[in-house]
């Protein structure tokens, strides 16, 4: 699933650079860049992973090392939760 929204965030991210009507720098480009990405990770992942109803069935059906492994896939994608948004219940 990720890595479905790279791609869209890079192709939406070159659009935007081709349709804005000054030009940005590299800096500039990769902050836009990276924002689409965070966006889309916080729309289609995290927000879902984050509710306690999901969670619930979802580690229910799974075994301690399963649980790990997601949670070891998910660490680096709950950076896209917004600032102040409630925190992961624990996950398992």
Known sequence: MDQILQAQAAADAAYFFGVARRDLTAAQQETVA????????????????????????????????????VNTALAPLLAAAPAGSSPLVALA
């Open 34 to 69: 990276a924002t689409f990405l965070k966006a889309y990770r916080w729309q289609y992942i995290v927000s879902g992973v984050m509710q306690p109803r999901f969670q619930k069935v979802l580690f229910a059906t799974m075994s301690p090392d399963q649980v790990e492994r």
